[in-house]
């Protein structure tokens, strides 16, 4: 059977004005069994229809923080550092997603993006409006974790455990948690680090990076092949 394609939302540099991609991400799919497609920054309505139908789950990446706006706040930290182009492609592309019942997976801000998609909150600057004896930023190397994380519902039954090891890379997390969202995982500073959208064939995030981690870390590599496996399914439908 042909692989599942997998759309990748697109790295965007301001500064350059360019589109990039980070291979982690593509690795991680294809280590996982899927086919990853890097999608255009900038599409209609009629390309993402397009899109929608010929993928067959979406990979919503990291990256910059998710305007305050569209939480209905503004930047109270003067820590955020937005990317309007990602925010308007993925409003699209998310939106689509979700009417045709695609499976859907977010990494980091991936994980904050959906939130606020679905009427969440986030925090804005951790150090500063969350202050935690977990450092939520880490330096290199990025594969190797950094502190526990509580698991619970579907993701602890995949895993088959109740405690797991992450990697961790943000400053930003879900303060109020969009609708017909449920946390998978809790940082031991209350933190959501893990969520599931309920009424969805798959719709899920994770704060950490399993990207970075799936070439040592079986858990991270079976997160992904999790995920690649129900684009399976729906194709197989």
Request: charged share 20%; proline share 6%.
């Amino acid at each position: 059977m042909k692989k599942s394609i997998i759309g990748v939302t697109p790295l965007w540099d301001t500064e350059r004005q360019s589109v990039w991609m980070l291979p982690d991400y593509l690795d991680g799919i294809k280590a996982a069994g899927g086919l990853p497609v890097v999608l255009p920054l900038e599409m209609s309505a009629a390309d993402a229809d397009q899109i929608v139908d010929t993928c067959d789950g979406f990979l919503f990446t990291g990256g910059q923080d998710v305007m305050p706006a569209l939480y209905g706040s503004e930047d109270t930290t003067g820590t955020v550092f937005p990317s309007p182009e990602r925010d308007k492609l993925e409003t699209l592309l998310l939106s689509k997603a979700l009417q045709a019942d695609k499976a859907v997976f977010g990494i980091c801000r991936g994980l904050q993006f959906i939130n606020v998609f679905l009427g969440g909150t986030l925090w804005q600057d951790l150090p500063s409006q969350h202050p935690s004896e977990i450092a939520h930023r880490q330096g290199k190397p990025y594969d190797l974790p950094t502190h526990q994380v509580n698991l619970s519902g579907d993701l602890k039954a995949l895993l088959g455990k109740e405690i797991l090891n992450v990697n961790t890379l943000h400053h930003q997390a879900v303060k109020d948690i969009g609708s017909s969202l449920v946390p998978m995982a809790i940082a031991p500073d209350g933190i959501i680090e893990a969520v599931r959208m309920v009424g969805k064939r798959f719709v899920w995030a994770v704060q950490w990076h399993p990207e970075y981690m799936f070439r040592t870390d079986s858990d991270s590599l079976a997160i992904l092949s999790c995920f690649v496996e129900h684009c399976i399914s729906f194709k197989k439908s």
